[in-house]
């Protein structure tokens, strides 16, 4: 996974203040920490920072902080958003090193087109949208691809069914179910509406059942 160089400021003077003087001049105030090292104050530009993470790796994205001079390989972990606005407003960096293997969270992206549950006006239902996986921060892959060409109606695919590149320990559970293929809602709701008649004693078309077709007769 290629570096994204990311400029960044040392020195901020901590305090609610200076942290809004900070994002008044487009910059995002954070802390970078790890390896045993104290934590230090940064602050970053915020539209560096938006264009550093706008690749397809995401919150995997290994920045290389230039913080005055010193390189630092980072991670950008716990971003927190403004709850109105939706901006960033403040980052943690986390510093790591190219041959340790680290824990991340990796998107998993459904490709091609389940034609069969298409043609019976089913549902792709997918189940998991992450796959937790091991590895060191350059073989940590942007997503995982998983193919639903061959999905039925009342198929499934599983962590186990996706192709995980040399140097990568799935964390997940590989019977996990990733994606189902579901029957139509229509049908689906009949049938759940049957079995619970069924299981109420009446007939599927609403009606008291007669239990030994005792009638009085």
């Known amino acids: 996974m290629p570096e994204i160089t990311l400029a960044a400021e040392s020195g901020r003077t901590i305090g609610t203040r200076s942290t809004r003087r900070l994002r008044a001049e487009g910059k995002i105030p954070g802390v970078v920490y790890g390896h045993g090292t ?51 407003t403040h980052i943690d960096f986390l510093i790591v090193r190219r041959d340790e293997v680290i824990a991340a969270e990796v998107t998993i992206n459904l490709v091609g087109e389940a034609i069969e549950v298409q043609h019976g006006d089913g549902v792709v239902d997918q189940q998991l949208f992450t796959l937790a996986i091991k590895a060191k921060p350059a073989d940590i892959p942007p997503s995982f691809d998983l193919d639903i060409s061959e999905l039925i109606i009342g198929g499934s695919l599983h962590v186990s069914d996706i192709k995980v590149p040399r140097g990568v320990e799935v964390e997940t559970d590989l019977e996990a179910t990733v994606v189902a293929g579901q029957p139509p809602r229509v049908q689906a709701a009949t049938e759940e509406e049957a079995a619970a008649a069924a299981a109420a004693g009446e007939s599927p078309a609403g009606g008291a059942a007669d239990a030994a077709d005792g009638s009085g007769e």
Do not use: C, W
Request: glycine residues 8%; aromatic residues 2%.
């Open 38 to 88: 104290d934590p230090v104050a940064v602050a970053v530009g915020a539209r560096d920072f938006r264009v550093a993470m706008s690749g397809e790796a995401g919150l995997n994205t290994l920045l290389s902080l230039d913080l005055e001079g010193t390189s630092l390989l980072t991670l950008a972990r716990d971003i927190q958003h403004h709850p109105v606005k939706n901006v960033v």
